[in-house]
C-alpha cells in the first residue's frame, strides 16, 4: 500500500497538495500524520533519507519520493487514468506551468500569509509584495485554460493537479480575509465542495499544535502545545 506522510493539517500547505490529490484521485494510500517541528517528525524522516520534508510519498514498491511535484508527476505515470492532470496535452502544459510557479514563486505570499486554516486573521500580511503575488495568482487561475477548457467548475474543468496545488492559496485568502475575484467565486465553491477538502478542513480545526514559525501574528490559543 501507497504510504503518504504529512505533517500538520492546519499548517501543511505541501501536504495538502498531495494528500488531496491523492484523495481526490481515487489512489488509495495509508496516512502518516507527523507533526512539524517535533521529534516525532524528525525520527520518521530519519528512514527516509534524503527525504526530509512532508508530503513524502513511500510507494507500495517501497520508492521514497520527497517532493510534491515528483509526486504528481509519479502519480501520473503510475496511475494514468486517475486524472491528475488534464487529457488535452495543451491544458496539461498549462497545468503543468501553474504547478511549476506555485512550487517555485510567491514567497512574500508564503511567508508573510502562512497557511493557518483554523486562524480567523483578516487584514494580517498585505504589503505591496504580497499583493503583488495576489494578483499574480488571480491572473494565473483566471485564465488558467486559456478559455479553451472542458465545462467544469475547476480550473481545467475536471479537477486535476493545479486544483490541488492552489488549494492552499484558497485556504489562506480565507484565513487573512481576501476575497477572490467573481470570476473564481465558482472553483473557490467547488473546491470547497469536496468531500476530501472538507475532511481536511475538520481535522485542521481539530489541530492543538502551535508552530510559532508559522504564526508570525498571534500567540498560542488557550491550550494549545
Ligand atoms: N519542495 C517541497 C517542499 C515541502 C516542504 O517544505 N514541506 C514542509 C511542510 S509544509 C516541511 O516538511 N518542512 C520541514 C520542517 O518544518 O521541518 C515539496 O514540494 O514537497
Redesign the pocket.
Known sequence: MNKLLI??RN?????L??WLLMRQCGIAFEEQQHL??TPD??AA?AGLRPA?????LVTDDGLVI??????AEYLAERYPDAGIWPQDSTLRARARCLCAEM?SSFLALRSRMP?NISASLPGKGRDAEVEADIARVFELLCHADGGAGPEGPFLFGRFCAADAFYAPVLMRLRTYGVELPVDLAPWGEALLALPAMRAWIDAAREEEHF?A?DEPYRDPPPGWK
Not at 499548517?11 to 501536504?15: E, F, L, M, Q, V
Not at 526530509?52 to 513524502?56: E, F, G, L, M, W
Not at 520527497?66 to 509526486?71: F, K
Open positions: 505533517g500538520d499548517y501543511s500547505s505541501w501536504s497538495r498531495s512539524l517541528q517528525f524528525d524522516l526530509r520534508t512532508v508530503p513524502t520527497w517532493d510534491t511535484l515528483a509526486i512550487h497557511m508552530l514559525s
